[in-house]
C-alpha cells in the first residue's frame, strides 16, 4: 500500500515522504514501460501524489504535465484529493543506451521542455501555472516552478530503486510556511542538499519519521498525517462516448459509413471501449434530438 506522511518540522517546515512503491508498480504493470520510461512516469506520478496533499477541498484535482522535447514528449498524472492517482507516458519505450543507470532521465525528456501544474477547483477556469524545466530531472524542475511561479520556496527530491522488479519509489517535498524561523531556514537549506539521497533511505529500515527526522537533527519533528495513494483510473464506458460524442454528428456518421464500429482506449489505464454500430448510431440520435 501507498502512502504519503508529512510532518511539520520545528513549527515551520511543511515536510511531505512518499511511499510510492505499490502505486508505481501498478502503473508500470499497465505501461509496460523501459527502464528509462519507468524512471520518468515514477517521479511524476510521486510527484502528482505529493502535490496532490496541498490541495485544500474535496473536489480539487491536480494535474501535473511534463512536456519534453527529445523521446518522452509527454508525461502526466493526475490527482484527486482522495489520493487516486493516474498517469500516462507517451513514450513507454524510451531507451539511452550509454546509461548504465536510470537515475538521469533528462536526456530522454530532453531540455528546452516546461511543465505545468494544473488545478482545477471546480470553479469555470482551472488554475494554470507554467516554468520551463531547469534540469528535465522533475523533481527539481517542479522545485524550480514553486520557487518562480509561486514564490513558495520548496526542495524536493523524486527517485525509484529498480532491480528486476520495482523496489522502492518515492520522493520528499519539504516546504518552509511563512515566519519560518532563521534556524528552520538553515535545517532547510542543509535538507535540500542532503535530500538527494532519499532513495537510499526509503529503501531502508527506517520509519518515515526517522527518516524525516534525520535531514533535522536538531529541530523537532511532529507527524501530522498519513494518507493512502493508489494508481486508480476513473475512466467509464459513459465517460469514454461523452468523449466519443465531442467529435460530433459528421464525424461520427463518417465513422458509422466507414467503420461501422468504435474502439477507444482510456491513454491512463489502456482500458478498450468497443462502441458497436448501434451504440454510434444512438450517440447521433442523441446529439440530432
Ligand atoms: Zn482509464
Redesign the pocket.
Known sequence: MSKIYSAIVGGHLRVYLADTTDLVKTAVSVHRTSAVSTEALSRTLTAASLLGKLLKNKQDILTLKVAGTNQIKTILATTNYSGHV?GYISNNQAEIPYLSKTDRISDAIGLGGNISIVRDFGLKEPYVGISHMISAEIDEDIAFYFKYSEQQPTAMKLGTVVEEDIVCAGGILIQPMPDVTSAEKAAYERATDEISDIMNRLNSDQTAEEIIQSYFSELSVMMTGEFEVDFT????RDR?SRALMTVGVEELKEIIFVDQQAEMK??????IYHFSKEDLEDMVSALES
Open positions: 493516474k483510473c476513473d475512466c467509464s469514454i482510456c491513454h491512463f489505464c489502456n482500458t
